[in-house]
């Protein structure tokens, strides 16, 4: 053991300082405070009525009617307890309250992957500084987007997992792959394990080429396969998580359009429209922000302070100076293309001079890989702005078309430019005889990159526009706001010369930070410092750099006290004045915010509203022809929505509408109308009374004997049990009757039961529920038990056996063979 500390020394102590690096940037996290996050304030409101019966129950329901009319939880939480890795992630937050271990996971997963890269410990340990503290990294956590942030940190070490399988060491390669990539896709980001998969398409390519070009093709098939071995396993300890949700997507806005259209040749539309996965494209332009972080300027408001030009302009029309500093806040300092932003990718001035470097002198085998994988996902994340390329992937490449704000793939550039720029400087310490004419190399990298962050510096408007596509309704908003068309454009100018000047103080900062990298590395070349000092150098202006731009965004004030988080869930008076109604099972429209955007007021109620980015496509679908314009109010009733919330325009006030015409949780009607297709019953929503007469689509005719159902009078049924999982009607009909209910219809789970016996749920109005039912008196029993959910939750009980017998047969044959070679002795005689 004690040889064993002293021959992982550096390891330890380097772990050690990247712990502690953890522990000051995220110190508010060690006093008991809490993020506010406003995607996780979102979450916790979808989330309120499932946590309410895991309380009660001891575990959660797989469906919630707290959003949309009701949907399954699959994407808003789910437990996953048979999931190995969930107990992984559970010990290690039990030590690393989130975030602090997600910037953990981020230091050791860099740590990892440079390390298998037979990097020098401590170049291994700059490299994990500069992949970890990317600025995306930061801003994806303050922004709430936890499982995004996760699942980055999982890349690095995947990466490594792989390149040990290619170097041959199948054993601990096949492994790590498992354990690593099972442990991403549990933080079920699908869209970042596909961007990763993407770009490992693009390295075994490469590996392709090198079997044949070295006659090495046997090795590769073997490495490969216990790569797809591994894969698998990860695939299927994450059963719970994959299968339910690939189940549940095929009925989402990310599955296929169920009515068709004119523009789509009559067909039905597959996937999201090209306009809304291109929404938060990266401007081709904006790539500057990898050298220059706010040469676009920076977020989209709260930049400016009283020192602006525009607090100075507004404070001259005799304002207070702090309404001006208030108003220079709100002005939007971001000038590019996306509708908003929460901050500029940001990799690293010397990060990105020491990549340009790579390109010129690294000679490596996963050099060209980086490069073309780094030029694919950037050229990707263009989107609209480069559509020829944008589009062959969305029109061709399976699933592409699924995701959206195509941006997001430059998380893959966000690890591989670093690994380059890190092999550029293993490549100077370790083969630096194999460049020719380095120092020129360094001379012109370097000061190519130095004269571009100075010349932004000294004349910032001869190289950027600071204005967007929409610059002059901009410059019409504010000739509105302050009804002067000559005042609205010393405004508009003041803003020009404040995004200029924080481009040109970003380009200082940055020509600064490349002149100190360029020094240490320079002298190191010429033999003036050694190795330790150009290591340090570099390795602390990184951490500096970056730890400085992300403190912008993600800082000690992002930080709450829990208590004062829960006032972004404060119960109104019109909310308590709802919950008087004890009726389990009325619904509540809030229309005092964005109703389709804004999960707060599932809080409290069952919303019709709600905030997630994978909606039934049915219900966005009832969303787009039913309430684009005016609110159709039959429509309202047949979701029994009893109170709609609005806001009184003349005195900002809250009020309750208490709608007598909900029809309720469940009735009778008196007419069976059947329509041809979808677009038929869409159409005849525009205008119906749900309670007497619903349309079936034929579809579902042969489920049905309607020359038996007659009319509803006398006809009665009433909720008498709600669990969102479960719930019991008693009814008393006459005669055979059809009933409807204002619950959405999802084939994949909901069964339904006569007095126990199964019958056929038909789909009525669209979305909802419906049900023949014989005459007399009877129960009726609704259960939502997906066979998806009970056959994954066994798959993933036994492939998590298997990838705990995988992980602990490898370091059992690790050991073995370690205590089976034989020591060498020397003798010094």
């Known amino acids: 053991m004690k040889n064993w500390f002293k021959e992982n020394a550096s390891h330890l102590t380097i772990i050690a300082i990247l712990v502690l690096l953890v522990f000051f940037y995220f110190t508010p996290v060690w006093q008991g405070k809490t993020l506010a996050q406003s995607d996780v304030v979102q979450a916790a409101g979808g989330q309120k009525e499932m946590f309410d019966f895991k309380a009660k129950d001891g575990k959660a329901p797989l469906w919630t009617n707290s959003m949309f009319g009701g949907m399954p939880v699959y994407q808003i939480w789910l437990g996953h307890e048979a999931n190995v890795t969930t107990y992984i992630s559970k010990a290690l937050r039990a030590v690393f309250p989130p975030p602090a271990d997600i910037l953990l996971l981020y230091l050791l997963g860099g740590y990892l992957l440079f390390s298998v890269l037979r990097l020098k410990p401590w170049l291994a340990a700059v490299g994990a500084v ?217 990799f690293g001035a010397g990060v990105i001079f020491l990549f340009i470097l790579g390109i010129v002198i690294v000679k490596n085998r996963y050099k060209w890989w980086l490069v073309s994988a780094t030029g694919l996902t950037i050229f990707l994340a263009f989107g609209k702005h480069l559509p020829f390329i944008s589009d062959l992937f969305f029109d061709y490449f399976p699933m592409y078309n699924k995701f959206r704000a195509v941006e997001s793939i430059l998380v893959i550039p966000s690890v591989l430019i670093p690994i380059l720029a890190i092999l550029a400087l293993d490549q100077i310490i370790s083969r630096a005889a194999e460049v020719k004419n380095l120092d020129k190399k360094l001379l012109y990298t370097g000061g190519g990159v130095a004269a571009l962050c100075l010349l932004i510096a000294l004349m910032p408007d001869l190289f950027l526009s600071f204005r967007s596509s929409t610059h ?23 803003l020009l010369k404040d995004r200029a000047a924080i481009a040109s103080a970003d380009a200082w900062r940055s020509l600064i930070i490349v002149l100190i990298t360029f020094g240490a590395v320079w002298f190191y070349i010429k033999k003036k410092a050694s190795l330790t000092i150009m290591l340090a150098a570099v390795g602390l202006v990184t951490l500096a750099d970056l730890w400085t731009v992300n403190k912008r965004y993600l800082n000690d004030e992002s930080f709450n006290s829990p208590a004062a988080l829960q006032d972004h869930m404060p119960k109104r008076e019109v909310d308590d004045l709802i919950l008087m ?100 019953e869409m159409n005849a929503l525009d205008s119906f009374d749900p309670r007497k007469e619903a349309f079936v689509n034929k579809e579902f005719e042969d489920k049905l004997k309607a020359t038996q159902l007659g009319n509803s009078a006398n006809a009665q049924i009433n909720l008498v049990s709600y669990h969102p999982d479960t719930m019991r009607y008693e009814y008393t009909a006459p005669r055979d009757a059809f009933a409807v209910f204002s619950e959405v219809y ?37 259960i939502f038990a997906p066979q998806s959910m009970k056959t994954s939750t066994v798959l993933s009980m036994i492939f998590s056996i298997v990838l705990v017998l995988g992980i602990a047969g490898a370091l059992f044959w690790h050991y073995r063979r370690k205590s089976q070679t034989p020591k060498v002795v020397v003798n010094h005689k």
């Not at 002059?472 to 003041?494: F, H, K, P, R, W």
């Not at 056929?760 to 014989?774: C, E, G, N, V």
Request: hydrophobic share 40%; proline share 3%.
């Open 130 to 346: 500069a992949l970890a503290f990317s600025s995306y990294n930061m801003i994806y956590i303050e922004a709430g987007h936890m499982n995004k942030a996760y699942a980055i940190a999982y890349i690095a070490p995947i990466i490594a997992s792989i390149i040990l399988c290619y170097r041959g060491s199948w054993l601990w390669g096949g492994s790590l792959l498992a354990l690593f990539m099972a442990l991403e896709i549990r933080t079920n980001h699908i869209q970042v394990t596909y961007y990763l998969f993407i770009s490992l398409l693009v390295l075994v390519g490469f590996e392709v080429y090198y079997a044949i070009r070295d006659k090495k093709l046997k090795p590769f098939l073997q490495s490969t396969a216990v790569q797809l071995g591994a894969v698998l396993v990860a695939v299927l300890v994450n059963a719970t998580v994959l299968f339910p949700t690939y189940e549940y997507s095929q009925l989402t806005t990310r599955g296929k359009a169920n009515l068709t259209s004119a523009e789509n040749g009559g067909g039905a539309e597959s996937g999201l429209t090209k306009e809304y996965a291109y929404g938060w494209s990266q401007g081709v332009g904006e790539n500057i922000t990898f050298l220059i972080p706010n040469a676009y300027g920076g977020r989209s408001g709260g930049v400016l302070d009283k020192n602006s030009n525009v607090a100075k302009f507004v404070k001259g029309l005799n304002v207070p100076e702090a309404q001006a500093e208030q108003f220079a806040q709100s002005m939007p300092t971001y000038w590019g293309e996306k509708m908003f932003t929460s901050g500029p990718w940001y």
């Open 472 to 494: 002059q309704q901009l410059i019409t908003s504010y000739q509105q706001q302050v009804g002067d068309a000559a005042m609205g454009n010393e405004i508009v100018n003041a």
């Open 581 to 680: 109604d004890k009726d389990p099972s009325y619904r509540v429209f809030d229309l005092t915010t964005s109703p389709f955007q804004d999960a707060r007021q599932s809080y409290y109620h069952k919303s019709l509203g709600g905030y997630h980015a994978a909606k039934l496509m049915r219900f966005q679908e009832v969303l787009e022809h039913q309430f684009d314009g005016a609110i159709n109010e039959d429509v309202l009733d047949m979701f029994n929505v009893r109170y709609v919330i609005t806001r009184d325009p003349k005195n900002n006030s809250e009020r309750i509408q208490r709608r007598s015409s909900a029809a309720g949780n469940a009735w009778f009607v008196d007419k069976i109308t059947f329509v041809k297709d979808n677009n038929e």
């Open 746 to 782: 999802y084939e994949k789970g909901w069964k339904a039961y006569v007095d126990g016996e199964e019958v056929p749920i038909i789909r009525a109005d669209y979305i909802l529920r419906a049900l023949q039912l014989p005459g007399g008196n009877h129960e009726v029993e609704f």
